[in-house]
């Protein structure tokens, strides 16, 4: 008898522990800042945009402390219920990736002006939505710069995603820094209309090279990567953009015009963490607040007078005695 009741002691005793445990846990969880994330519309695996976006979130989540979910568009047309489903989960502050969940987010916002939000390259006049923007024409500058020093053809070649404005940032930024260091070579321009299809970027990239660009800038997201790869292919120099996409091509690419939004997403996080808060004010990310640059250098060397010259065009626009137009 005395073996049984000791036994079932200690089954309470059990129980006990595991209950409060789980209740100690419960409350962990609910007192932890939860975030939301919707991500641009080719998800996760972009290898690019979305991906550096939801980095940015790992890095609060383990360093802060943070929860956070996130959803994809999959085969919605549209982002609303993906936005949806983050409001109603009351998420303390939901970031939206990119241009095009700007109408959505704006009409979710809207709807939800206690919500507080954030979108990335984009711009929505509400009081509870602040906007994050990137100079990319300053980074995509130094881009131009180095495929003006290094081209042997005098034909370097931009690869574009879809014709918008936030691209022609991207265009425009590295035909002038073509123009800074090689005013006679001549700037190729080619837009797939998609920033999805990689074998669509590989099919550009193929023209391109056929028409004497031995340098290729895309800014397309995955179908970039098919351009880059096609480089890799043909023996020629490529770029990458948003993130470092050396990996992608380890013979080809030579630096990456690195767009920060994995830092930007985290800075906004750690301000809530800390403040309890993050700015009203919208915000612009350049050279000198580290927003966009360039990733480490590789696979060619540049001699003293070309590390200078990108050097000294760097410093003249952090500076301002430099303005690159948009």
């Given at each position: ?181 090689n005013p006679e070579a001549k700037v190729l321009t080619r837009y797939a209309g998609t920033f ?68 930007a997403v985290y800075n906004l996080v750690a301000n ?55």
């Amino acid at each position: 008898m005395k073996k049984w009741t000791f036994i079932l002691l200690i089954l309470l005793l059990t129980f006990i522990i595991s209950g409060c445990s789980r209740e100690s846990n419960a409350s962990a969880v609910a007192n932890k800042t939860k975030i939301g994330i919707m991500l641009s519309d080719n998800g996760l695996g972009d290898q690019s945009y979305s991906d550096a976006g939801f980095t940015g979130l790992e890095r609060a989540r383990d360093e802060l402390g943070i929860i956070f979910d996130y959803r994809e568009i999959g085969d919605e047309e549209n982002y609303l219920t993906g936005l949806q489903e983050l409001v109603n989960q009351n998420n303390e502050l939901i970031i939206g990736l990119g241009y095009t969940i700007e109408n959505d987010l704006a009409q979710i916002a809207e709807e939800n002006p206690e919500q507080q939000f954030v979108i990335i390259d984009g711009s929505v006049d509400l009081p509870n939505v602040v906007n994050v923007n990137f100079k990319e024409e300053e980074g995509s500058f130094l881009i131009g710069a180095l495929a003006g020093l290094k081209t042997e053809s005098d034909i370097v070649a931009f690869v574009g995603g879809d014709d918008t404005p936030l691209i022609h940032k991207f265009e425009k930024g590295f035909t002038q820094g073509v123009e800074a260091t090689n005013p006679e070579a001549k700037v190729l321009t080619r837009y797939a209309g998609t920033f999805g299809d990689d074998q669509i970027g590989a099919d550009i990239a193929a023209d391109l090279i056929e028409d004497g660009a031995d340098l290729i800038f895309p800014s397309a997201g995955f179908t970039g990567v098919g351009v880059i790869q096609q480089a890799e292919k043909a023996g020629i120099y490529s770029f990458g953009v948003d993130s470092d996409q050396f990996y992608l091509g380890e013979d080809t690419v030579i630096t990456s015009m690195m767009k920060n939004i994995d830092t930007a997403v985290y800075n906004l996080v750690a301000n809530l963490v800390e403040d309890g808060a993050i700015t009203n004010d919208d915000i612009e990310l350049g050279l000198s607040e580290e927003g966009v640059g360039l990733a480490p250098i590789r696979i060619i060397n540049l001699v003293s007078d070309e590390k200078e010259q990108l050097h000294d065009l760097t410093e003249a626009i952090k500076n301002n005695e430099l303005t690159v137009d948009k």
